[in-house]
């Protein structure tokens, strides 16, 4: 049975629901011309910066007084794993159900699903071109494409536990600004913060870069964190998380040198400032602590298993070739707008009667009366 000393910043949990909203909304408009959150991918470096945090503040003290190597590990896996591998599941299920085929209608062997399947499930990343990259898109994780910030999540975990926690925080700094200059650098690589979903073309790299930093600065903040004493804080920092995502329908398309200044600034001094700010509100209020509560619990099981319905709905739209939509957005916006309401409650759906029990069960807690 694992107990924790210290209380969880709910304001942070809060912010975590709605980053995965935000992601959820990406990901539905990713393929037309137009979207609601084109910035939308942004929200998976805010939950690093979030982890980050969230992780320095509740191990860094515990480190040979009541924690081991270890049982860190133990934790973690209980709490991520669970959802890695339904995620997989649904991924495999789903894509069944749409055809077993490719982007442009090659059909799968059953077989290679089988095997997307089993690497999902245990998070081995897949090559681009591997004979088990089932959908064709180079994809890493391609029954579950965001399991990718899971893997990256994980090997952050490990240096964390080997490595990170020993240093001092003044290392700690330093090494946030040798991995900020690395996140410029891959940013003006890619012409933004797109990266880490393929192994290809130095997306392993990418991936790497872009989980180091925020997860790095997360855990500097942590340490030298002192509250502000703010009020009000979840409904302004998860405001400021969506307008992120959001803006560039206001300010046009951001391409070229103005589209990797609009991504670092959001993700070098943007969430670090939401996060800080969000963690200072001592005292939430009823309401806000219920609404808090409840997205933070929904954020995982709905990040993790979202994607594979886009799988669906990808079928309904049909594509011309690779990656170039047949149906526009006039054609399905009724699915469009409902997807998102079908994947919040498919996710609660898992939270309680999958993900709550198995944890539940892999710790060793016994349910309350």
């Not at 670092?264 to 609404?291: D, I, K, N, Q, Y």
């Not at 898992?350 to 016994?366: A, E």
Request: hydrophobic share 55%; charged share 15%.
């Amino acid at each position: 049975m694992f107990t924790d000393s210290k209380p969880h910043y709910l304001i942070l949990d809060g912010l975590r629901g709605v980053a995965a909203l935000v992601v959820i909304l990406f990901h539905v408009f990713e393929c037309f011309d137009w979207s609601p959150a084109p910035k939308g991918y942004l929200a998976v470096d805010f939950f690093f910066v979030l982890s980050g945090f969230v992780i320095g503040y509740a191990y860094d003290n515990r480190w040979g007084r009541d924690l081991t190597t270890g049982g860190f590990f133990r934790r973690r896996l209980i709490r991520l794993h669970p959802m890695v591998v339904a995620g997989a599941v649904v991924g495999a299920v789903c894509f069944m159900l749409q055809g077993a085929v490719q982007w442009d209608g090659t059909s799968v062997a059953t077989s290679m699903v089988m095997l997307a399947l089993l690497a999902g499930m245990f998070l081995v990343p897949l090559s681009a071109g591997a004979a088990a990259d089932v959908r064709g898109n180079g994809e890493m994780f391609p029954l579950n494409g965001p399991s990718w910030s899971l893997f990256f999540e994980y090997v952050g975990n490990v240096l964390y536990a080997l490595l990170l926690r020993r240093l001092p925080t003044r290392w700690l700094g330093a090494l946030a600004v040798v991995t900020g200059g690395m996140l410029v650098h891959v940013a003006w690589c890619n012409g933004g913060l797109v990266a880490g979903w393929t192994m290809a073309d130095g997306g392993f790299w990418g991936g790497l870069v872009r989980m180091l930093f925020p997860y790095t600065v997360g855990m500097w903040m942590a340490r030298c964190f002192r509250p502000m004493k703010l009020r009000g804080t979840f409904w302004w920092c998860g405001l400021c998380v969506v307008v992120v995502a959001c803006l560039p329908l206001l300010l046009g398309e951001q391409t070229g040198v103005a589209g990797v200044a609009y991504d670092l600034l959001c993700v070098m001094v943007v969430f670090p400032l939401l996060v800080w700010t969000g963690a200072s509100e001592l005292h939430v209020g009823p309401g806000t602590r219920r609404v808090s509560r409840f997205l933070g619990e929904l954020s995982y099981p709905l990040y993790a298993i979202h994607y594979p319905f886009m799988y669906l709905f990808y079928a309904k739209i049909g594509f011309d070739g690779v990656l170039v939509p047949i149906a526009r957005l006039s054609d399905v916006w009724v699915t469009a707008l409902l997807l998102p309401f079908f994947c919040i409650l498919t996710a609660y759906i898992f939270l309680r009667f999958y993900d709550r029990p198995v944890r539940r069960w892999l710790s060793g807690d016994k349910p309350s009366a």
